[in-house]
C-alpha cells in the first residue's frame, strides 16, 4: 500500500465512524493497513484539528474521535482514575490539575520549634547558615521517600555505595560529630545507612515536617519552609526526592517516572503531595503529565506523573538532576550527551 492510499483509507475510516473512539490499532484493522503508518495519519489529522485526541497515550496508545468529545473525554478520564472510589470529582480534579499557584520564595526554617537538644554540641548559629538548610531540605525529602524515621531510628537506603560516601561526607560537612552504621543487603544490593545515635535528630527531623513510622499509612505534605521556600532549598529537596523515587530514562525514551504509594485512606493526600511536586517543577518550567493512579491485588494505591520531552528532560538536568542516586544520574548524563541512554 502507498503513503497516499493509506492517508485516503484512514481519512474514509475516520468520517465514515464520526461518533466513535478509535485507536490506530482499531482503525488499522478496519482498513487492513500498517498500524505504524495509520498512526502517522491520524497523528497529521489531529494536527490539522480534524481529531480529538487524548492527551496523553493509553495502553493501545492515543485515541481519536471526530465529534464524541464526552466518550473522549470518559475513556481518557477512566484511564487516569479506573477505580470506583469515594470523592471521585475532587480525585480526579487533583488528578487533571494543570493550573499551579504560584510559589513564594521566602518562608524559612521554624527555628522557634526546631528541636534545640541536638543541636548543643554545634555553633548555635548553624541553622542560620545556607548550606545547613539547603542540607535539611535534601535531608528531609530523603525522609519522604527512601529513608525511614521512627524512634531513634533514622536511617538512608542507597543503591550506589558511591552515594553512601557521597552523603555521609555532606551529612559531616555540616555536622560533623555524627557517626553512622553502613550496613549491605547482599540479596537485594542495596546499603543502608543509619545515625549511631539518631534519637535527637530525629526528633528535630520531626518538627521539620517528617513522618514517623509507616509513611505508605500515614499523611504528610511538603513542609511550608520547603514549598515557600528560596529556590535552591526547593532544588535541594527536588533533586533527592525525585533520586530516590523518579526512574532514570529508559527504552531511548526522553521520560522520567516518579511514584509514590499510600493506602486507600491517604489517597486524596497522596495526590495533594504529588502536585505539590508538580508545581515545584512548574516553578522551574518544567511540565509534567496529569497523575495516574494505580494499584495491584494485595497491594497498595501508588500515583505517578512523568517529566516527558526533551525540553523538560534537559532543564531537568539543568537545574535538578538525581541527587544521590549514581546510577539513574549516569543514565540522565548518557541521555543528554548521546539523545539515548
Given at each position: 500500500m502507498t503513503e497516499d492510499y493509506i492517508s485516503e483509507q484512514v481519512r474514509g475510516f475516520v468520517h465514515s465512524h464520526p461518533d466513535e473512539v478509535f485507536c490506530a490499532a482499531d482503525v488499522s484493522k478496519g482498513i487492513k493497513s500498517n498500524c505504524k503508518s495509520t498512526s502517522r495519519v491520524l497523528s497529521q489529522l489531529y494536527r490539522k484539528n480534524m481529531l480529538f485526541r487524548t492527551q496523553t497515550q493509553l495502553n493501545e496508545g492515543f485515541y481519536y474521535t471526530v465529534s464524541n468529545r464526552e466518550a473522549l473525554d470518559n475513556l481518557y478520564e477512566n484511564y487516569l482514575l479506573p477505580y470506583d472510589l469515594p470523592n471521585r470529582t475532587f480525585l480526579l480534579a487533583q488528578i487533571t490539575k494543570h493550573n499551579f499557584e504560584l510559589l513564594k520564595a521566602d518562608e524559612h526554617l521554624p527555628l522557634a520549634s526546631v528541636n534545640v537538644?541536638?543541636?548543643k554540641k554545634y555553633d548555635k548559629h548553624l541553622l542560620a547558615k545556607k548550606s545547613t538548610v539547603h542540607f535539611l531540605a535534601s535531608v528531609v525529602a530523603f525522609c519522604l521517600g527512601d529513608g525511614h524515621l521512627s524512634g531513634s531510628n533514622v536511617r538512608f537506603v542507597f543503591n550506589q555505595f558511591l552515594d553512601v560516601r557521597g552523603f555521609i561526607d555532606d551529612f559531616k560537612k555540616i555536622f560533623r560529630d555524627e557517626n553512622f552504621i553502613v550496613t549491605k543487603s547482599l540479596q537485594f544490593q542495596y546499603y543502608t545507612v543509619a545515625l549511631s545515635k539518631g534519637t535527637q535528630f530525629g526528633r528535630m527531623l520531626k518538627t521539620l515536617g517528617v513522618p514517623e513510622g509507616n509513611k505508605v499509612k500515614q499523611p504528610f505534605l511538603v513542609p511550608d519552609w520547603v514549598y515557600h521556600g528560596s529556590n535552591d532549598v526547593k532544588k535541594a529537596f527536588l533533586s533527592?526526592?525525585?533520586g530516590n523515587e523518579g526512574s532514570a530514562p529508559s527504552h531511548n525514551k526522553w521520560r522520567i517516572q516518579f511514584v509514590l504509594s499510600k493506602n486507600e485512606k491517604s489517597i486524596e493526600n497522596l495526590l495533594l503531595f504529588l502536585n505539590q511536586l508538580r508545581a515545584m517543577l512548574a516553578h522551574f518550567g518544567i511540565s509534567t503529565s496529569h497523575i495516574q493512579l494505580r494499584t495491584q491485588v494485595g497491594r497498595e494505591f501508588h500515583g505517578?506523573?512523568?517529566?516527558?520531552?526533551?525540553?523538560n528532560i534537559k532543564k531537568f538536568h539543568t537545574?535538578?538532576?538525581?541527587?544521590?542516586a549514581s546510577e539513574k544520574q549516569d543514565v540522565l548524563e548518557s541521555l543528554i550527551l548521546n539523545g539515548k541512554p
Open positions: 537538644d541536638f543541636l533527592t526526592i525525585i505517578r506523573f512523568y517529566i516527558k520531552k526533551p525540553y537545574l535538578l538532576g538525581f541527587r544521590y
